[in-house]
């Protein structure tokens, strides 16, 4: 095994240990950030008091608007009223707002710490840019797409770019906050570079792919600064029907007046504005955007960078999960392991025309095997004139076109096979025989020819990663479905898709049949989630429903996905579906728990407003509540404190364990909305005991 298959390898098993690591990292970090996030959160409960902010979150701005009409109000005389009792609601709704403005800004607290300290390591930077020839040192920020530079090791990498020549380990921490380095190396899946990492050995030369300001560090600040965030769709529809029902209370407040005026009698502004506020959906109208930020933030926390909340929200409704094979479900370096020549054909002949095939072949399979047969002493780099043929994932071929005619090629084997009968060759007895062999034991068999003439196959190993059966198994759980699409052979699929447990396979996919795939599972009304690493992966991220790209692999596979995995590790897009579907229970968890909050308050508020002029009303006081006026501050009061008491589920998310999703549903109803009715009538009536004491 080469030097860099074996870092490679290693790299991925330590990627468990270091997810875990990660976290626990994290929590450190977070416990020093947390008192700084808090003191800036309360300076930011005061100034997102501005009426232009409030007004974006309609519910807490009827509240505000409530606290101003009561302020003035304890400000003119009042009939019914003791003096204090206006002005003490008024405070009570201050403090309503208060919370629910705090809640925000706490959960955009860490985001923002997170991007102070990405924005350090964006700092000066000198690039080594190549132009006609020459090397001139510029700065990073003037490099443009398309400039061409070398990086030495102890250099930063001056912005997003590919490496087009070389092989490096570069120190991707100030990004992914994993100090161990990654291997970079031009052709294949592990050839994008991100600009502000370090080259700690070797050289390579980078073709920059992104314009000052569009870079990967660029847009990671945006995002986790959630300077960019946009409500979901579903945040949205959820506030519409909030905001709806706000509405409805609103104009059954602004018209009780007339009622009771009909029947004789009056009722205050300030209980009814109590009422109102009561009534409305504050606990929800308070914590929605803070689940949401909350939600991103779990994700990053993660390590995987979401484009946006809707991709996160549609993780946790996934029905199925596209994964493609090499890279993902296995380590993805697929080495030369033997070379099996067919029909009589020598080894050393096989060896010569495998490595002419794959001479300028600067995929790492091409490039193992060279390595393969240079160790072997079967070959040497003499002077081979001729063109290369890249490989290309729609032949599935590489290969050289010498200039004395000869057609060198080595690929899959049906694709080799089909490109020799074109030329009128004969296909060996033995070769099918001998590549089934090779795919019943997982591994992907190429076939070498010259012109017309089969020599033989080379055995590409590749390992399945470990654990992968147990995940795929917490996949099945929750009820979503696995299938794995592959540009390999059918049986080498099969005995893939077998070891690590998946529901399904496809295999000698297409870049074009990847994507047919997810749009028939579309078609059927199903989220599709796709994870992959290769530029052939690309039009696949784009159509599926969550794109999740790997951070180590192609830089098209990261433009079009709309989910980074900054540790590459493909299967975490089951934690990402649980913060997901996490996401969306606790939203609706707080909501049930709102609405049902209300009808405890209607039992202590409605009482209250009417024994006065209906005595029977006191029947309704089944609380025993001291007094109306205690009553109404008792609820109130209970109405505010809610929302810091929930702010710890509000960022935590409710808890989530793999299972049905109508289970998980009638769970939640029971606990959030049982709980929701039961809670105020302790709390108020806890809460009146007190007030008691003074009014
Ligand atoms: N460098 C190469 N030269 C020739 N043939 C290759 C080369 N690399 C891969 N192949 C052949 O082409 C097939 C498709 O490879 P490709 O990398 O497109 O698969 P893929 O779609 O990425 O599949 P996977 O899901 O396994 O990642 C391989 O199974 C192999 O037979
Ligand atoms: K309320
Ligand atoms: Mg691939």
């Known amino acids: 095994m080469s030097k860099s298959s074996a870092f490679i390898k290693e790299k991925h098993e330590q990627t468990s240990s270091s997810l875990r690591l990660v976290e626990d990292e994290g929590i450190r970090k977070a416990k020093t950030m947390d008192s700084d996030i808090v003191k800036t959160s309360i300076k930011q409960s005061f100034t997102k008091l501005d009426p232009r902010v409030m007004v974006k979150n309609p519910i807490m701005f009827i509240v505000e608007i409530g606290f101003c009409v009561t302020l003035v109000l304890s400000f003119l005389p009042s009939e019914n009223l003791p003096g204090w009792f206006n002005i003490t609601v008024s405070m009570i709704l201050l403090f309503t707002v208060l919370f629910a403005n705090f809640a925000e800004a706490l959960a955009e607290g860490r985001g923002k710490a997170q991007a102070d300290s990405l924005k350090q390591s964006k700092q000066d930077i000198w690039a080594n840019l190549i132009k006609n020839d020459k090397v001139m040192k510029v700065a990073a920020t003037e490099l443009r797409k398309g400039d061409i530079v070398v990086v030495k090791q102890g250099e930063m990498i001056p912005s997003d770019g590919e490496v087009i020549k070389g092989l490096a380990s570069v120190d991707e921490s100030a990004i992914t906050g994993e100090s161990a380095p990654v291997l970079k190396e031009a052709g294949g899946d592990f050839s994008s570079v991100t600009g502000g990492t370090l080259v700690v050995s070797d050289e390579i030369t980078i073709r920059i792919t992104s314009n000052p300001g569009e870079s990967f560090l660029d847009k990671m600040i945006a995002l986790v600064e959630g300077a960019k965030r946009q409500k979901t769709p579903n945040e949205i529809a959820l506030n519409t029907v909030l905001f709806s029902l706000t509405l409805v209370f609103l104009l059954v407040i602004v018209t009780l007046p007339v009622f009771t005026n009909y029947l004789g009698f009056s009722i205050d502004t300030a209980v009814l504005v109590a ?65 099996i020549a067919v029909s009589g054909e020598t ?39 001729g063109e290369f043929i890249p490989f290309k994932a729609e032949t599935r071929m590489s290969g050289m076109d010498l200039h004395d005619g000869t057609k060198v090629r080595k690929g899959a084997v049906n694709a080799v096979i089909n490109w020799v009968m074109q030329q009128g060759g ?52 929750m009820g ?77 596979a990261k433009e079009a996905a709309n989910m980074i995995d900054l540790d590459s590790n493909p299967t975490k897009i089951i934690e990402v579906v649980a913060i997901g579907k996490q996401l969306l229970m606790t939203r609706g968890a707080l909501t049930t728990f709102s609405i049902a909050n209300d009808v405890a308050k209607y039992f202590a508020i409605i009482p209250a407003m009417f024994t006065a002029a209906i005595p029977q009303m006191e ?59 039961i809670v105020p009538f302790i709390g108020i009536k806890v809460i009146d005991v007190f007030v008691g004491l003074f009014v």
């Open 275 to 339: 009422l109102l506020v009561c009534l409305i959906p504050t606990t929800i109208g308070g914590l929605l955007s803070a689940i949401g930020i909350a939600g991103m933030d779990r994700v990053t926390k993660f390590n995987v960078l979401a484009m946006s909340g809707k991709a996160v929200e549609a993780a946790g409704d996934i029905n199925t999960i596209i994964l493609d094979k090499t890279g993902t479900i296995t380590f993805g370096n697929r080495m030369a392991h033997t070379l």
């Open 347 to 385: 080894v050393e002949e096989l060896a010569y025309w495998a490595g002419i095939s794959s001479c300028m072949d600067e995929t790492p399979e091409g490039r193992s095997v060279v390595e393969y047969i240079n160790n072997k002493g079967w070959f040497s780099n003499g002077t081979i004139e």
């Open 426 to 477: 004969n296909i060996p007895l033995d070769l099918s025989k001998r590549a089934d062999l090779i795919a019943k034991e997982g591994g992907t068999p190429l076939a070498v020819a010259v012109n017309n003439k089969i020599y033989g196959l080379i055995y590409l190993k590749d390992t399945v990663k470990p654990g992968m059966r147990e995940r795929f198994e917490e996949l099945r759980r």
């Open 480 to 556: 979503i479905k696995t299938v794995m699409c592959t540009g390999d052979n059918p049986l080498t699929a099969a005995t893939i898709a077998k070891e690590a447990g998946v529901d399904e396979f496809i295999a000698e996919c297409k870049p074009e049949d990847k994507i047919a795939v997810i749009k028939a599972e579309q078609a059927k009304g199903k989220l599709v989630a796709m994870t992959g690493d290769g530029t052939n992966d690309a039009p696949a991220l784009a159509q599926a429903d969550v794109g999740l790209a790997m951070n180590s692999g192609t830089s098209a």
């Open 619 to 677: 029947m309704l006081n089944v609380m025993g509540l001291h007094s109306p006026l205690s009553a109404i501050l008792s609820a109130l009061i209970f109405n505010a404190i809610i929302i810091p008491l929930l702010i710890p589920l509000a960022m935590k998310g409710v808890s989530y364990k793999p299972m049905s999703s109508n289970a998980l549903l009638s769970r939640n109803l029971f606990i959030y909305g049982f709980g929701g009715m």
